[in-house]
Structure formats: structure tokens, C-alpha cells
């Protein structure tokens, strides 16, 4: 007997499925037989996919400059796991890590190549904050929740220091596995040019359709040449809206060349989920379905690309055996008014609409799920 089964779920590209739960797994996709525990029947109004990953947030609740509960922009808002992108460092990632044993949302870090983390807005101006062997050995103590690192190369994090925190950081990178790196980009210096000219198969460049002068287009709106040679060798490019990172301009421009980002992510800390103009990873995918993607590259973002990209086995699909982590959204079609990171608004018709997540087969409901009288939980 099945613990649960999902009847008539909509995935992502129209087709209808069930999607039968087991020991919090995935037993059985498909049109699904036999008896189960409980059943929810969708009838095709309400779609399904893989559980949403967001790739790039600050949940580390004791930081002083970007915090939040993991849960409050986790389950809470249909998504069910979440990566801080280098909140903490070496001093600090195992207190991190034992605050997440009590979240419902499936938490990982990216390791902050500064062992203070993110204390103060330029970590990275004091080259002796990068310590290697403090690194690894946090690296080696928590090998199942750093799941990468993250070196924030911008004038305003990395002052005096131009490129060299992110040479020590490759240098890192390679002695510890070539895990992810992910790379928020910023105001320069150091130029982009030099920062996309060192990474290699695997990176991550965050923040890739910032409005800054430093940005990935050219002022006649082309890719730079840079940035092209990055993407070839295998380098990805993550959203990390943020507070200051996102405009629909640069997002409309690159997207209609074909320059899609492989992973959506928010960048989400209180202030900005709180004030905007993020609120939630729903919102942020939301704005792509209204600058050139469809719901399909959309989720794909949020679910099989951010596990590939992050090496997280066993999540981001519909796979049997995968662990059953699922989030169940509606689309609301009604006028909507969107803000991005440099105050310009885009309207739009259409809001993804999270109802319900599920890690390992347990359910949360979503505010807007509880309203809706739809699950049993």
C-alpha cells in the first residue's frame, strides 16, 4: 500500500499524472494503481512538479546584514529546499548547521570563502580572512550540508583586493574536489571580464541580469564575448534577483538572444521578502514567465537544473526513487503589477501560485493552500 497518491496532477507541460508516495519516496508516476493511505485527486486544476529548489538565498537567522527563518521562505512558501548562498563562513557554519536540524525545509550552504561570512558588507577586503585550511576543514566536518562555495566579487565586498580573492578561491575550489562555486557579480572593480575569464565548467555567475555597468550585455545590448566563452566551457548563469540585482530590461534583452539562465533563484533575506521587490521564489518566477520563458524552462529552473547545478542527488525530479519532494501550485490569471530591483514595473496577466509543499512525503500547506479547502493534510 502506498502512503499517498496524487491523482490527476497538471505537470509543467500540460499532460495529467499521478504520483504515488512511499517511505518518502517516489514509488510511482504515470497512472497509478493499487490502494493507498490517503489520496488527493488535482482533477487536472492544479499542477505539480518536482519540489522547488532555490538556489540562492540568506537564511542563516543570526547574520546581522541578510537573515531570515528558513522556513518562513521555505515550506511556508512551497518551496522545499534551500541553499544559502555564503551567509556563514568557516567560524560560523556548524552553529548554522545546527539550527537547520529543527527546519522542515531541506537546507544546504554554500560556503562562504571568507571565514567570517557575511559580518560586514566587504568580507573579502582583508585578504587574511581567506583561509584556506579552516575551509577545508569545515568543508570536511559538513560534507552533506556545503554543498559548494560562494565568493562575492564586487567593488563594495572586495574593495582594494580587484580579482584576487576570486584566484584564491579557484585555488580552494581545486583543492577541495572542484565543488560549485558560485560568484555574485556586482559593481566593478574588478571588471567582469576578469572575473568570467577564471571560472570554468560547473561555476555559477549570480545576479546575471543585473542593470549595473558591470552587467553580462554590452551597452548595444550584445553578450559579452567574455561571458560567451564562460557559457561555452560549462560556466551557469543563476538569477539572484536580490534587492539590487535583477532588472527586466537586461532579462528581456538576454533571454530574447537565447542567453536563458539555467537556475531561478531569489536571493530572498526579510527585508526584501518582506518590502519587495522579491517577496518569494513563486514571485520571482512569476516575472520570467513575462520576459520570454515558458512554464516548462521555468520550473525546469527551479527543479532538475538547480539539482544538477548543485550536485543534489535524488531531488529536482519526477523520477521513481527520487525522494517524494513536491510542490503543488496553481496559476492565477489575473492583472499583476511587477517591480524589479531598479524600480521599473512590468504588468502582467498570470501569478504562479504555491498550494502545498511535500518533503519526504510530508506536507505543508502554504497560507494560500489552507484558504483553499482543496488538501487534507
Known sequence: MYDLIIRNARLSDGSLSDVAVLAGKIAATGTVTGPAAREWDLAGRFWLSAGWIDSHVHCYPKSPIYHDEADRIGVDTGVTTVIDAGSTGADDVDDFWQLTRDCSTRVYALLNIARSGILTQNELADMARIDGPALKAALQRRPDFIVGL??????????????????????????????????????????????????TAGDIITHCYNGKPNRILTPEGQLRASVSR???????????????????????????????????????????????????????????????????????????????????????????????????????????????????????????????????GQGFLTDEGKKRNDFSL
Open 150 to 199: 560562494k565568493a562575492r566579487i564586487s567593488s563594495s565586498v572586495v574593495e582594494q583586493n580587484g580579482i584576487r580573492p576570486l584566484e584564491r578561491a579557484k585555488a580552494i575550489q581545486k583543492e577541495n574536489g572542484d565543488l560549485p562555486l558560485m560568484v555574485h557579480i556586482g559593481n566593478n572593480p574588478p571588471n567582469l571580464d576578469e572575473i568570467a575569464d577564471l571560472l
Open 230 to 360: 564562460a557559457i561555452q566551457r560549462g560556466v551557469r548563469l543563476d538569477v539572484g534577483h536580490g534587492s539590487a540585482s535583477f532588472s527586466f530590461e537586461v532579462a528581456r534583452v538576454a533571454i530574447a538572444q537565447g542567453i536563458l539562465p539555467q537556475t531561478i533563484s531569489s536571493d530572498i533575506y526579510c527585508r526584501n521578502r518582506i518590502n519587495g521587490p522579491v517577496h518569494s521564489l513563486a514571485h520571482v518566477m512569476s516575472k520570467f514567465l513575462h520576459v520570454g520563458m515558458t512554464l516548462s524552462q521555468v520550473i525546469d529552473c527551479v527543479t532538475v537544473h538547480a539539482a544538477d547545478g548543485l550536485k543534489l542527488e535524488g531531488k529536482g525530479r519526477l523520477d521513481v526513487g527520487c525522494e517524494a519532494d513536491l510542490t503543488i501550485f496553481d496559476l492565477l490569471q489575473q492583472p499583476c503589477v511587477f517591480t524589479d530591483s531598479d524600480g521599473q514595473t512590468l504588468a502582467g496577466n498570470t501569478q504562479l501560485v504555491p498550494l502545498a509543499a511535500l518533503v519526504g
